[in-house]
C-alpha cells in the first residue's frame, strides 16, 4: 500500500546531541511536511519542500533544519536539541493538484530529549 | 500560526449517540479535511471535501464543506467506543493547511 513511513517511530536523545529524523513516501508526492506536535495540540509546521523548494515556517527556530534528497526522502535534523524540542514529530505528504488537494501523515517519530 | 476555531473542545458521550463537531474560520479555504488521532499516532484521515456545499460520507462520518467556504462540520453516527479520540479539521487554500484546535472525544460505554 502506497504510504507514508517514519523511522524510527521512537527517538531519544541527550540534550545538545543532534538527531536526525527521517520520513520517506511511496505515494509520489511533490510537497512533504514536517510538523511539531505537543501535547494532543494541532500540528505546528515548521517547514515544507514542494518539489525542490524549500519553504520555512517564520516562526521555525534555527536549530531545525531539513533536506529533501529526491522526491521519496525527507529528513527533519535538530542541530542542538533542547528540553522543550521533546514533542511528536509528523512528516505529511501531499500532491499538488488545485483540484483534490489531500494531505497524508505518516504515524510519527516521538522525540525524548534528556 | 493561524488556527481555526474548533468545537466543541472536547465532549463525552454515549455509545450509541450522534455526534456533531464544527470547524470555522474567518479566511476562505477550498479544502477541508477532517482527521482522527489515536494517542501516540500521526492524524488519520477520514474525509476531504473540494467544493462549497459538498457533502460527503464515510461509513458512519458525514462532514460537509459550508457553503460560505469558511466552515465545515462533521457528524458520527451512532458512536461506539473505537471513535474515541481527537479529531481535527484543516482548511487549505494551496497546499499549506492550517488546523483545528481539535475536538477530543469520549465514547462512555
Known amino acids: 500500500d502506497a504510504m507514508v513511513i517514519q523511522n524510527p517511530r521512537y527517538q531519544v536523545t541527550q540534550f545538545g546531541k543532534p538527531v536526525t529524523l527521517s520520513c520517506s513516501q511511496t505515494?509520489?508526492?511533490?510537497?512533504m511536511y514536517w510538523y511539531q506536535q505537543k501535547s494532543s495540540q494541532a500540528p505546528k509546521l515548521l517547514f515544507h519542500?514542494?518539489?525542490?523548494?524549500?519553504?520555512n515556517e517564520a516562526d521555525t527556530p534555527d536549530n531545525f533544519q531539513s533536506r529533501r534528497p529526491n522526491t521519496s526522502f525527507c529528513f527533519l535534523d535538530i542541530r542542538s536539541p533542547g528540553l522543550g524540542d521533546a514533542a511528536m514529530y509528523l512528516c505529511?505528504?501531499?500532491?499538488?493538484?488545485?483540484?483534490?488537494?489531500?494531505?497524508?501523515f505518516g504515524p510519527g517519530t516521538r522525540l525524548t530529549v534528556l | 500560526g493561524q488556527q481555526l476555531n474548533q468545537s466543541p473542545q472536547s465532549m463525552f458521550i454515549q455509545e450509541g449517540e450522534d455526534v456533531s463537531m464544527n470547524c470555522t474560520s474567518s479566511?476562505?479555504?477550498?479544502?477541508w479535511l477532517w482527521y482522527k488521532q489515536d494517542p501516540g499516532e500521526g492524524p488519520v484521515l477520514l474525509i476531504a471535501?473540494?467544493?462549497?456545499?459538498e457533502l460527503t460520507s464515510n461509513g458512519r462520518l458525514t462532514a460537509q464543506f459550508g457553503i460560505t467556504r469558511k466552515d465545515s462540520f462533521l457528524n458520527i453516527s451512532a458512536s461506539i467506543p473505537s471513535d474515541v479520540g481527537i479529531y481535527f479539521c484543516?482548511?487549505?487554500?494551496?497546499?499549506?493547511?492550517?488546523f483545528g484546535t481539535g475536538t477530543r472525544l469520549k465514547v462512555l460505554a
Open positions: 505529511a505528504t501531499s500532491r499538488r493538484d488545485i483540484h483534490t488537494d489531500t494531505q497524508y
Open positions: 505515494l509520489n508526492h511533490n510537497v
Open positions: 519542500y514542494y518539489d525542490k523548494d524549500f519553504n
Open positions: 479566511s476562505i479555504f477550498n479544502t
Open positions: 471535501l473540494y467544493k462549497a456545499g
Open positions: 484543516a482548511g487549505s487554500v494551496t497546499y499549506k493547511y492550517i
